[in-house]
């Protein structure tokens, strides 16, 4: 049976892993080699860095990162933060990337993900979706990005299904509403944009306990989920959420 | 050495790297010669089933069906798994080389394609690839078209239906899922497959 997916989300800025609510408050929170390999030995089935600066500067120190990061994993690996042109993405598969995540550089020329997808294949290639509705209804949700800060007057669910139509492998779908708040994913807005498409959904924001997974497997039929700050506030480790998935009935892969 | 086939369709560095974490000496290449000169031969693949119209045209083709002759132990990873079928309704004008039976096809509505992530495969117990796993070890899959099931099915994997996770037949082996990506279960299937024997 296909399991459904507990993602690692690393916040890297200069080399280092940084936690905090986006990116207010950041405190090093340690080496991202070592901490993937640690999320992976404790059952992450995959492992998404992002870049969280993405300068200029900055790059080839993400590149070594991303090197060294992926020499000791044997799971999915996934990229993201700054993936302006698809040369950028090649630098990232050959540094060791599996996948990459583009977000404002798709939404400013769509044409990137046919483009990185046409060389490295449309499985590489996750379209990230920063959405905000307040509390409106899932329809009237706008794309964000900048890292959250700027609207675009696109519709969430009309950008998903081009990305779709263009080629994405998978959506990274992350409410900034609910981004931080450790009340829940939107369940909602996941099931809504996951029913418009045939490729798989990944939820993200606003995770604060073990039952807002099961919530956003069930209710929001996510394929994935993406937890960051969650195992700085209570829950161990991907193994625990995991073992609390596994005894309410939700398909996942234990032992790992 | 080990010849890790390069025919221009997606990232070899996964694959390398893991063969490499195995104490394993590979080698990228596009070079017949290289290919029939290999004590093993692994071709990977993310990606179309059109592109591997350039192992045709680069003459790698009748380099493979060689080394497959020969009994040099090959494995083919994905759509290097597809290849050794007759063919991929992905691309109809372009044939596998039909060393398996049974042509690839896609998943059906209305399941969700591409089928990507862990989901367990029902190995069987006289598989030299998949020695030393559990009954039904999770591997790691993304793909849109699969392969049917024969009698060289030596792994099970269910969405919409049965479908071919792992191939096997004597000395040449195909796995629908990434060994690369799949943790320890995928580093044991590549350990086995560098433990057997050659030829």
């Given at each position: 049976?296909?399991?459904?997916?507990?993602?690692?989300?690393?916040?890297?800025?200069?080399?280092?892993?940084?936690?905090?609510?986006?990116?207010?408050?950041?405190?090093?929170?340690?080496?991202?080699?070592?901490?993937?390999?640690?999320?992976?030995?404790?059952?992450?089935?995959?492992?998404?860095?992002?870049?969280?600066?993405?300068?200029?500067?900055?790059?080839?120190?993400?590149?070594?990162?991303?090197?060294?990061?992926?020499?000791?994993?044997?799971?999915?690996?996934?990229?993201?933060?700054?993936?302006?042109?698809?040369?950028?993405?090649?630098?990232?598969?050959?540094?060791?990337?599996?996948?990459?995540?583009?977000?404002?550089?798709?939404?400013?020329?769509?044409?990137?993900?046919?483009?990185?997808?046409?060389?490295?294949g449309?499985q590489?290639?996750?379209?990230?979706?920063?959405?905000?509705?307040?509390?409106?209804?899932?329809?009237?949700?706008?794309?964000?990005?900048?890292?959250?800060?700027?609207?675009?007057?696109?519709?969430?669910?009309?950008?998903?299904?081009?990305?779709?139509?263009?080629?994405?492998?998978?959506?990274?779908?992350?409410?900034?509403?609910?981004?931080?708040?450790?009340?829940?994913?939107?369940?909602?807005?996941?099931?809504?944009?996951?029913?418009?498409?045939?490729?798989?959904?990944?939820?993200?924001?606003?995770?604060?306990?073990?039952?807002?997974?099961?919530?956003?497997?069930?209710?929001?039929?996510?394929?994935?989920?993406?937890?960051?700050?969650?195992?700085?506030?209570?829950?161990?480790?991907?193994?625990?959420?995991?073992?609390?998935?596994?005894?309410?009935?939700?398909?996942?892969?234990?032992?790992? | 050495?080990i010849a890790v086939i390069d025919y221009k369709a997606g990232n070899l560095?996964s694959v390398m790297?893991a063969l490499?974490?195995?104490?394993?000496?590979a080698?990228i290449t596009?070079?017949?010669?290289?290919v029939?000169?290999?004590?093993r031969v692994v071709l990977p693949g993310v990606g179309h089933f059109a592109a591997t119209a350039r192992l045709?045209?680069?003459?790698i083709e009748?380099a493979v069906r060689?080394v497959i002759?020969?009994?040099?132990p090959f494995l083919g990873i994905c759509v290097g798994l597809q290849w050794l079928f007759?063919g991929s309704?992905e691309?109809?004008?372009t044939?596998g080389i039909?060393a398996m039976?049974?042509?690839c096809?896609?998943?059906?509505?209305?399941?969700?394609?591409?089928?990507?992530?862990?989901?367990?495969?029902?190995?069987?117990?006289?598989?030299?690839l998949?020695?030393?796993?559990?009954?039904?070890?999770?591997?790691?899959y993304t793909h849109?078209y699969r392969a049917?099931?024969?009698?060289?099915?030596?792994?099970?994997?269910?969405?919409?239906?049965?479908?071919s996770g792992a191939v096997e037949?004597?000395?040449l082996f195909g796995v629908q899922f990434h060994p690369e990506k799949?943790?320890?279960?995928?580093?044991?299937v590549l350990?086995?497959f560098?433990?057997?024997?050659?030829?």
């Amino acid at each position: 049976m296909l399991t459904k997916r507990i993602i690692a989300c690393l916040d890297v800025t200069a080399g280092r892993v940084v936690k905090g609510v986006r990116f207010v408050d950041l405190l090093d929170a340690g080496d991202p080699a070592e901490l993937a390999h640690r999320h992976a030995a404790a059952g992450a089935d995959e492992i998404v860095l992002l870049d969280i600066t993405a300068t200029h500067e900055g790059r080839k120190t993400l590149l070594d990162t991303v090197a060294r990061t992926a020499r000791e994993i044997f799971v999915p690996f996934t990229v993201g933060g700054g993936v302006r042109t698809a040369e950028d993405a090649a630098a990232l598969f050959d540094a060791g990337a599996d996948k990459i995540s583009v977000n404002s550089a798709a939404i400013a020329d769509p044409s990137l993900i046919g483009a990185v997808g046409s060389s490295f294949g449309s499985q590489a290639v996750v379209v990230a979706i920063d959405a905000r509705r307040g509390s409106e209804d899932v329809e009237v949700a706008e794309v964000y990005v900048n890292g959250g800060r700027k609207p675009t007057g696109r519709k969430v669910l009309d950008w998903a299904r081009e990305a779709e139509e263009r080629g994405a492998g998978e959506i990274l779908l992350t409410s900034m509403d609910a981004d931080g708040t450790r009340k829940g994913f939107d369940c909602e807005l996941t099931a809504a944009v996951g029913s418009a498409l045939r490729i798989p959904v990944i939820a993200s924001g606003g995770a604060g306990n073990a039952q807002h997974f099961v919530d956003v497997f069930r209710a929001g039929c996510a394929d994935a989920a993406l937890a960051a700050s969650i195992f700085h506030f209570g829950i161990a480790d991907v193994r625990e959420l995991k073992q609390e998935l596994a005894n309410q009935g939700v398909p996942v892969r234990l032992p790992c | 050495m080990i010849a890790v086939i390069d025919y221009k369709a997606g990232n070899l560095t996964s694959v390398m790297k893991a063969l490499t974490a195995l104490g394993a000496a590979a080698q990228i290449t596009e070079d017949a010669a290289v290919v029939r000169a290999a004590e093993r031969v692994v071709l990977p693949g993310v990606g179309h089933f059109a592109a591997t119209a350039r192992l045709r045209e680069t003459g790698i083709e009748g380099a493979v069906r060689e080394v497959i002759a020969r009994g040099v132990p090959f494995l083919g990873i994905c759509v290097g798994l597809q290849w050794l079928f007759e063919g991929s309704t992905e691309s109809e004008a372009t044939a596998g080389i039909g060393a398996m039976r049974g042509c690839c096809a896609r998943f059906p509505e209305p399941h969700k394609v591409p089928h990507v992530g862990w989901n367990t495969l029902a190995a069987a117990p006289e598989s030299r690839l998949l020695a030393g796993l559990p009954a039904q070890p999770f591997v790691y899959y993304t793909h849109s078209y699969r392969a049917p099931v024969i009698r060289e099915t030596v792994g099970v994997t269910q969405y919409a239906g049965p479908f071919s996770g792992a191939v096997e037949r004597g000395n040449l082996f195909g796995v629908q899922f990434h060994p690369e990506k799949s943790g320890d279960a995928g580093l044991q299937v590549l350990r086995n497959f560098l433990a057997v024997p050659g030829c």
